[in-house]
């Protein structure tokens, strides 16, 4: 089966420091899709990255930055010098279009709430 | 750019009451469409998956007959709570996913449904 596990389910930092919101998954497909997504509270999911399962290379974008590591399963976020707009609802999400993941759906995690003070 | 729009932000209606939700794609096509429902504190649920010109797919436990699913055009998909009543009172998102794309969904801001 296919699963996503963020086991922290809060976050609490002082402005400017760096945090990382881990990511676990599980599935039998070869090729799928990672994403990380933001939801504010407003509630709107904005979309971060999307990592195929055959491209391992770290990225950075800005003060993001994201560690995909196929041998441990894993698709970690880091927010370098956090700010307060940073503060939000983070949610990890696996897909695949393989035969254990129908159609592309997307698979949540339970979501990491991050809450940065000033 | 891959913009979603959804209407309305906000509905309250009266238990009983049918309520209509707008998802559309406004920069790009969308064979597929997902809606998802999400609980305070929780995680999202996805309900079902539109695909255009075809019947909706529910998700396990999701009443087909009460959510009423419409993708009648590449850039607008409806979802229709049928007789609400105060348990359906969520947060309803809808996603777009782009035609010949398989990976990316991009979110619409979401409709809050409060039924008194």
């Known amino acids: 089966a296919q699963k996503v596990t963020q086991a922290q389910t809060e976050i609490s930092v002082v402005e400017k420091e760096d945090v990382t919101l881990d990511c676990v998954y599980e599935?039998?497909?070869?090729?799928?899709?990672l994403f990380w997504y933001k939801q504010p509270p407003s509630g709107e999911l904005v979309f971060l990255i999307r990592?195929?399962?055959?491209?391992?290379q770290n990225e950075i974008s800005g003060r993001y930055s994201w560690n995909f590591q196929k041998s441990t399963s894993s698709f970690n976020f880091t927010i370098t010098a956090s700010q307060v707009v940073d503060s939000a609802v983070y949610f990890c999400?696996?897909?695949?279009?393989?035969?254990?993941?129908?159609?592309?759906?997307?698979?949540f995690g339970q979501g990491t709430e991050l809450s940065v003070k000033p | 750019g891959a913009v979603v729009s959804q209407h309305p932000s906000r509905v309250i209606c009266k238990s009983g009451t049918s309520v209509k939700i707008e998802c559309r794609s406004l920069?790009?096509?969308?064979?597929?469409m997902f809606w998802y429902r999400q609980f305070p504190k929780q995680s999202l649920m996805l309900m079902a998956t539109s695909n255009e010109g075809s019947k909706a797919t529910y998700e396990q436990g999701v009443e087909k007959d009460k959510f009423l699913i419409n993708h009648a055009s590449l850039t607008l998909s409806t979802l229709t709570v049928t007789s609400a009543h105060p348990e359906d009172s969520s947060f309803y998102i809808c996603?777009?996913?782009?035609?010949?794309?398989?990976?990316?969904?991009?979110f619409g801001p979401g409709t809050r449904l409060l039924v008194l």
């Open positions: 990592r195929n399962s055959f491209d391992e």
């Open positions: 599935t039998r497909d070869t090729t799928y899709y």
């Open positions: 920069d790009f096509q969308a064979t597929t």
């Open positions: 996603s777009a996913r782009r035609a010949g794309g398989l990976e990316t969904q991009y």
């Open positions: 999400a696996l897909s695949g279009g393989g035969r254990y993941n129908q159609g592309g759906k997307l698979i």
